[in-house]
């Protein structure tokens, strides 16, 4: 494991290639997803695919890109 504080992370592109949102794998098993606009955050449980976040709703395509990072 990584003395970082997370895991893995990927970058979620549109259709010109800019960055719309940066998931990160935190080593407890959630899930950061960082908005490129606005610059909010909020981590999701990608297992029992909840937002732990109080306030924010995600996108069901967010979660399944949510829920492809797993622990190694």
Not at 17 to 42: S, W
Not at 43 to 58: A, E, F
């Amino acid at each position: 494991m990584s003395d970082r504080g997370w895991m893995e992370q990927v970058q979620l592109l549109d259709c010109n290639g800019r960055v719309t949102h940066t998931l990160t794998l935190l080593l407890d098993g959630a899930v950061e997803i960082r908005f490129a606009a606005g610059g909010h955050r909020a981590v999701v449980d990608p297992v029992r695919r909840t937002c732990l976040t109080p306030g924010m709703n995600i996108h069901a395509d967010l979660m399944d890109a949510a829920s492809t990072l797993r622990p190694t």
